[in-house]
């Protein structure tokens, strides 16, 4: 399903799904190039989705690469918003695969922006943001969407790269000038920047590049 009109950006990320897969999805891309683990990733996932039993989202979702066999065994509505499309379908095809072929009924695909949701304020008990707050200026902005749509007790987990790292601070800036990411910031930068937008203090982790962000909404009075 799509909000977006046909020709809505989105595409930069279409024809690449299958080359994204293989690099990001590899572990050695991630220990080599981001000091990291995709176990790390999946585990932080699984996390995510055992964090309730009502509406989670996964904002900027891609191809599922580390949420696939989560997802594929939730019992829990799943939202997964990408404004790419060709990115929805690989997620499509790998959740179905773990899952035994079929999309289970759980997992809803949209094609939407991760900035303004179509979704009401409240309507979500875990937000999951991977490897996403490094691609926008405004981390703060992008925050304060996440947190409009958790409802009072949910969750938000986001992992992001941050420059902490020597080779990973270098490529970070070389992507950076490639026009594929915002302009790098350190671990305290992002956290500062979560935290401003979610409005409370958010916990925070790191491996090598890669920053984890967990934070919890206040409970209903
Ligand atoms: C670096 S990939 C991360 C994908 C996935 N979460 C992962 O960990 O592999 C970034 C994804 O965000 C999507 N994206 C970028 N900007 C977006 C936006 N404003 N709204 C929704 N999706 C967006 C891209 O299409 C791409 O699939």
Not at 150 to 178: D, E, I, K, T
Request: glycine share 10%.
């Amino acid at each position: 399903m799509s909000v977006l009109s046909p020709d809505a950006e989105g595409a930069p990320y279409d024809s690449r799904a299958a080359a994204y897969d293989r690099v990001v999805g590899s572990a050695l891309y991630n220990r080599l190039l981001w000091g990291a683990s995709p176990e790390r990733y999946r585990a932080f996932a699984r996390r995510a989705v055992a964090a309730g039993n009502r509406p989670l989202l996964d904002a900027g979702a891609g191809s599922a690469v580390f949420t696939a066999g989560a997802y594929a065994e939730a019992d829990r509505p799943l939202l997964l918003v990408d404004r790419s499309l060709g990115m929805l379908e690989a997620a499509r095809n790998r959740i179905a695969d773990r899952a035994g072929g079929t999309l289970p009924n759980s997992v809803t695909l949209l094609q939407a922006d991760a900035n303004d949701l179509p979704l009401r304020d409240e309507s979500i008990e875990t937000v999951l943001s991977m490897g996403m707050l490094h691609l926008f200026d405004d981390v703060t902005g992008h925050v304060e969407e996440l947190g409009r749509v958790l409802a009072p007790g949910g969750r938000l987990f986001a992992m992001s790269l941050v420059a902490a790292q020597r080779l990973g601070r270098v490529y970070l800036w070389l992507l950076h000038r490639a026009g594929e990411v915002a302009a790098p910031r350190g671990f305290d930068g992002i956290r500062a920047a979560v935290e401003s937008g979610f409005g409370a203090a958010v916990d925070g982790a790191r491996e090598g590049c890669m920053a984890f962000f967990t934070a919890k909404v206040e409970d209903a009075e």
